[in-house]
């Protein structure tokens, strides 16, 4: 993978050094940024010919030739909605930036047509009986209801495909056979696709004891089966691969206000009032990349939830990783969730 901050230059950067990093770093761009490393413009091969035929020399700065008005991504976009936007504008690579126009980072074609494959395992948490979303789950599985045109759980089938996995292990209980009936062995979508079964609610960790012994060595990611997210699982393993670990669970932050002063005392003196103070907290995103070692030991007859799980391995002192999300991000868990989503889904996915 290349480093696209090598790309970075400032304005007055010359055009000696703009050569420099488009020879050197093959990604056929410069970033130009000001101080703050907000991106006021590009340079390419083209952009530096079109000033030799201005006669401008080598030692001419950035900002006298630069393209001024690219054509950015947001830091939210999937790698679809990128896609499709290098696509509309012909464009071999694109910035990506902030709310603020902060470079975050660089997309190029030749990476997001590249299809990886990962053989890691996945599994989708589709046993509950989602009982705050009656009357829609009385004879239909929660992870079945449709949001859009489908069911919650192909759309997050269909984001672990488009990130190149393949192997799924979908976790069933209330109406497993309306999950069963709907995607089979998964040969519809090009994947494998088998079922682990509670006979009796086993929590969210719980069924991991019902998983094949022979699957591969491979840290497995986890995920329950009513959220929407646009999280990068690609990156999501690579962060897990890289800082090592037991366990990464993806986390989310929970901004509360108290909505009044806030007294601070000793004995009858007050100390301190902090007016309507905001506390910020994370909280535990249901999507997780677990090594196999984590759940070896489940037996998968006790009901077990991965928050109990993964307390005990951090009393062990065994190492578990945040994983924090800037994405959307939504848990289906009642009606206004539900709501709520249908009213995002054609905003933040193509449905």
């Known amino acids: 993978m290349h480093n696209w901050k090598k790309t970075l230059l400032k304005q007055s950067a010359t055009m000696q050094e703009a ?3 488009l020879n050197n770093e093959s990604l056929r761009i410069v970033l130009v940024v000001d ?6 413009g590009t340079v390419t091969d083209g952009d530096i010919r079109r000033a030799l035929l201005r006669h401008l020399t080598m030692e001419a700065v950035l900002s006298e030739f630069m393209f001024t008005q690219p054509t950015v991504a947001s830091v939210t976009d999937d790698h679809n909605q990128i896609l499709l936007k290098m696509q509309e504008f012909d464009l071999l690579q694109i910035p990506i930036v902030d709310e603020f126009g902060k470079v975050g980072g660089l997309e190029t074609l030749q990476h997001l047509l590249e299809k990886k494959q990962y053989d890691n395992p996945v599994v989708l948490m589709a046993g509950g009986f989602g009982r705050r979303l009656r009357p829609l789950t009385e004879h239909t599985p929660k992870s079945m209801l449709n949001v859009g045109s489908k ?3 192909e759309t997050i089938l269909d984001q672990f495909i488009d990130a190149g996995f393949y192997r799924f292990f979908i976790s ?15 040969s519809d979508w090009g994947v494998s696709i088998e079922y682990i079964h509670e006979d009796e609610p086993l929590g969210t960790a719980g069924a991991l004891g019902l998983l094949p012994k022979n699957i591969p ?3 497995v990611l986890l995920m329950n089966g009513d959220l929407l ?4 699982f690609q990156e999501l393993l690579s962060f897990h691969v890289e800082h090592g670990g037991e366990a990464t669970m993806c986390v989310r932050e929970y901004v509360f206000q108290v909505p009044y002063g806030v007294i ?12 309507k103070p905001v506390h910020k907290y994370f909280i535990n995103a249901g999507i997780y990349v677990l090594n196999p070692s984590i759940f070896k030991t489940i037996d998968g007859k006790s009901c077990l939830d991965m928050p109990h799980l993964l307390s005990e391995k951090i009393s062990g002192n065994k190492q578990v990783n945040i994983f924090p999300l800037h994405e959307y991000w939504l848990d289906i868990g009642q009606m206004e969730q539900y709501e709520q989503a249908q009213a995002e889904i054609r905003e933040n996915f193509i449905d």
Do not use: C, M, N
């Not at 069933?172 to 998964?186: C, I, P, R, S, W």
């Not at 997210?229 to 990068?232: F, L, Y």
């Not at 601070?264 to 007016?275: L, P």
């Open 19 to 21: 050569i420099e990093v």
């Open 229 to 232: 997210t646009k999280v990068d």
């Open 264 to 275: 601070q005392a000793e004995e009858h003196r007050i100390t301190s009032i902090v007016e």
């Open 151 to 153: 069911p919650i759980l």
């Open 35 to 40: 101080d703050e490393q907000k991106l006021v």
């Open 217 to 219: 060595g491979l840290p």
């Open 172 to 186: 069933t209980h209330y109406k497993a056979e309306h999950l069963q009936k709907h995607f089979g062995d998964g």
